[in-house]
């Protein structure tokens, strides 16, 4: 079938795997429409990400690709298309927003799937969407009675990523592990800098002049997850943390939005505690 | 005499500061060259620089000024003339020849009295420009006999700042109170994230994606001083540890140079663990 | 009253100001919140922006002021209050997205009367935020006539702005002289770079690294206006042109909507061809 | 001979290219040690630049590429080394002096060769560096006159590359087409905004809110060549031309000096009037 997909390898380094590989594409007569690759040779670890087009069959191709890869190398051969997501968010609406808008205008390569809060803030915003709304209330649960609630609701869908767009509770090591390198976060600073409650604070009193946003995915240690985009703005000593906290905003959706278009698009791998990000 | 003064005030706030000083600057026929202005509210403090030409006696405005300033007001009147720094400097040169590049065209505002490093490397440069270099080698001696030996080496100077080029060596809290609010440090991070040794290995290892440098006020706290300026550039997976620290010299230099243009014209106003730059 | 009011004062400078103004505060014992000047030396034009709070009548200040004021002084004592603005659109979402979001959130400083597009894509996400939309078809008209549809249904509402969200049309000089200083448009490059149309081909062809947005008011020039706000963003040789516009729409909503937080918190003046933004 | 080499290609894009190349490598037991493609879809054009290691000789290699490369193809299989450049330049001595300090350091990755200035205001800091520093005069020559002993003393150097580090002379057509893609100048402004004489006066006249920088090469059309680095720092209503002009020697040097790294590094493809920077 003529068709386009994203060919994504990452394993041991060895000589030879470019030639390998492209060997494949050549014999199957694939046109590469993009190709980036990169060998982390501290680790002796191979990455790349190729798009090829042509008429093919994707278990073919994986099969051939995987009789040529060293072992354990990591392989897909990916058909593009719409991901599904869960957004978990709590009071603020600008990072959610953000995405409810690229959405709406056909342009986040993902359908959201539902809204879950652990406050009903956001309910009318998200409901002119049409877009299901779950209010998880937290008052009288456990952190972890809490967190099965919510996990029940999201694996009632179907989803690739689940993306916390300024959702400010902890996640029990539980929960995250739950959904491995599926969780995106958007920290509201620069990490490392800032790490824990209230950054803008930490940030105002620290006498910062520049503050910025982290998107990373969640492992179990909190805000240390491998950080997939960042991005920073100038302050100065006229801004209240308030103010900081304001002027933030825009940073951390863009970044959010920035890196959820990466890993929609197939662009992320993540490598112990880091990203390549092609 | 007509002259161009700098009038610097930092002090408890009060109703009718700015009435109050400008009916000074008004009864004296001075012209406002330029003024800013800050009000922390939440420490009910002000902060005024104002540089104002015309008639005038300095020691005459100043007196006035203070007649009319709340009690432990800091108070100075300025006449602008070209600083003296002297420079500690360990084997790089990025930050030390921007500084030297700077001084040689007659931009810096101030003149290198001398040069003091801890390892000779530097001296073949610095004597290019007719400029003295001391070497105090550290072999064989405490932090503290090291420091004295360098601190008699200052002091032989007349000067208003240290400059620290990517000074090496972490300064005892001895030495620091003797130059109090006069050592200027470029750290080699956008601080507060990566304290301490080799903040680009911690950023590699870290896999951030933006790495930066902070000038700063040195105070006894380790890179805990008052942030006078700050700056990042983007980095990806591409880049090695040291790669990331020859990309990171470029921003080091030019926010240590802008840091020590803010403060040899009397902008940086220090305020607790804070700096107000106008 | 007990109230808090914006003061902005645009004047021939002239000795002896500042003095005049604080002294007018200090009579009335008003709190100065804070206080922004400027002095354009080439051309001696003052400017200042002060918040004063206390108890005070908002035409007795502004008297008071005036008597103090040289001849032809700008003179604006304001009590600050949601501004009311009307948008004009075409197609894209993400521009007038963000504005809804913000506007939805109560973080706008401002009420949107109304959407106003020569298009009728927008209709169904402007009424998801139940606020009038009204598609202005061009077709079988002249310019003039389309324009005088739309300035009809602007009239209807009261408003303080008119902002260009991504408005696709030239407009001519009557409309805009209609509403002098009171159009806003954010465009698609970093002026006075690429103006006219289609400026992400523009730059795509000359092969810049580096893109951006320019928000400014609209004068008779086209895209000559006083600049209020810009931004930019790195690109490189992988972007075509259509990846150009699509990085370019993050840029350009958050430059709008910076430039409508200036203007719709008194922050900007207008001198000549060009902005003092406080 | 075990050694490192960059192989460089440049033509008509084809099926089977990558396997092609990568099968060359492969046969030979080459190490690939970093990898580059990219392909422009419009002008079906690929770029490559591949760093390869291992047991070669460098005219093999070459010859064997050569077969299996399309009609036309630019190849280059390049041994590292260092490039010698000759520097030409004015009156200011950042950009100059950004160069020397990199080249004092070891880290320019070149040799100075001469230093050629129509003023000679730089001679005694070029003197410093113990640089061959030669003086030629405009005064009573014509253009073409003054070009000719300009380029008889160029021609007396090996040379790779001519740096205009500030050289503030248009060149003539006669004069660029002697060293074709061998030019590289930085000019004072985010090309293609404020094309001509004096960016900063103009930048401040249309109240810009960036400024920038360009490093291009030279061609025939003045400020039109490919670009390879741009740059931008934020400026305000606050900052006069000449402050402009000030704050705006930063991002020259930076922007030169990262092209010149580009440059010397093999990285930079021309490609029409753009460039591919791997």
Redesign the interface.
Known sequence: MEQRVRVLIDCEDA??L???I??I??ER?L?????R??????QHKFFMRTVVSGQLDVSELENALREIAPENARLKVIVPQRKKIVILATK???AL??I???H??G?LNASIEAVIANHDTLKP?VR??DIPFFHVPTEGLSREEHEENVAKLIDKNQFDYIVLAKYMRILTSSFVSRYPQQIINIHHS?????IGANPYKQAFE?????I?ATAHFVTDDLDEG???????I?V???L?WRDMQ?AGR?VEK?VL??ALNFVLHDRVFVH??????F
């Open positions: 000589k030879g470019v030639y390998k492209s060997k594409f050549y007569d046109n590469i429409d993009s190709n690759e990169f060998v982390d040779k501290e603020e609406s600008h927003g953000d409810l808008i690229r709406e205008a342009e915003l002119r969407f620069f990490l490392p800098a800032f620290r006498g910062v002049k520049i910025g491998p950080i997939i985009a960042q991005d920073v100038p100065n000593h006229r209240e304001k825009d863009i939005s920035r112990g505690n880091k990203t390549i990000v």
